[in-house]
């Protein structure tokens, strides 16, 4: 099985609220990931966890937060947003490298900000 | 500067119209490279992965290929849900551990 499952499907938010994004994989992989991705573009990494550590930040603004409560489990905080930060968010799972290794994505969320 | 290079941008072709994408790529050192099919709204899904030069992989209509430059995606005989994005990532020995470089994708259209 090479599923990893997003919550929810679709988000619409005021520039002012909070809400989480949930991510999971019982794939055993040990690496997980949260990508943005706007539209007829490619995915733009946005962090990585290793072992449960953040291993890489791309240089993302604080009103995203993520948290790695487990092996299993990835949430993406958001506070405060802007409009600009609309677009379909991605997870993904793999095992840590190296070598490389494939990344399997969940089906996204599709984040609104009004 | 490590970079990937999808052509062409967009594709369209008739059903049972076999052709080739390409991903060209500079980095300083190959891990891994990845092809992906993504359909709108949805995730990206695993197609193969390609470790050295000479290494192909196939999957029912889709062949990989890789040399120490590019890598192809060959379709053969494509049938209309084939019609997709296709990405492809790759994985430097420069970079940071797990991170993809991705190409901006080929937009497919197979037409019945």
């Known amino acids: 099985d090479t599923e990893v499952t997003q919550t929810p499907k679709h988000l619409v938010m005021g520039m002012t609220n909070k809400k989480s994004l949930k991510c999971e994989q019982h794939?055993?992989?040990?690496?997980m990931y949260w990508y943005k991705q706007k539209a007829k573009k490619p995915p733009e990494l946005m962090f990585v966890y290793s072992y449960e550590k953040l291993s890489i930040n791309e240089s993302v603004p604080s009103r995203f937060s993520p948290e790695c409560p487990n092996s299993s489990l990835l949430n993406l905080h958001l506070h405060a947003l802007q409009p600009e930060d609309s677009a379909l968010y991605l997870c993904?799972?793999?095992?840590?490298?190296?070598?490389?290794?494939?990344?399997?994505f969940g089906p996204g969320t599709r984040l609104t900000v009004t | 500067e490590d970079q990937v290079t999808q052509s062409p941008e967009a594709l369209r072709l008739q059903e049972g119209e076999s052709s080739s994408l390409n991903c060209s790529y500079t980095v300083s050192g190959l891990r891994g490279l990845f092809w992906y099919r993504q359909d709108p709204g949805k995730g990206p899904e695993f197609l193969f992965t390609?470790?050295?030069a000479g290494e192909e992989k196939e999957k029912e209509r889709l062949k990989a290929t890789l040399t120490k430059k590019e890598s192809f995606l060959h379709i053969t005989a494509p049938k209309p849900e084939d019609s997709a994005t296709y990405l492809c990532a790759v994985q430097a020995t420069g970079g940071a551990t797990n991170k993809l470089i991705f190409g901006t994708g080929t937009l497919l259209a197979v037409q019945p």
């Open positions: 993904a799972s793999s095992r840590p490298g190296p070598p490389a290794y494939e990344q399997y």
């Open positions: 390609l470790y050295s």
């Open positions: 794939m055993g992989h040990r690496a």
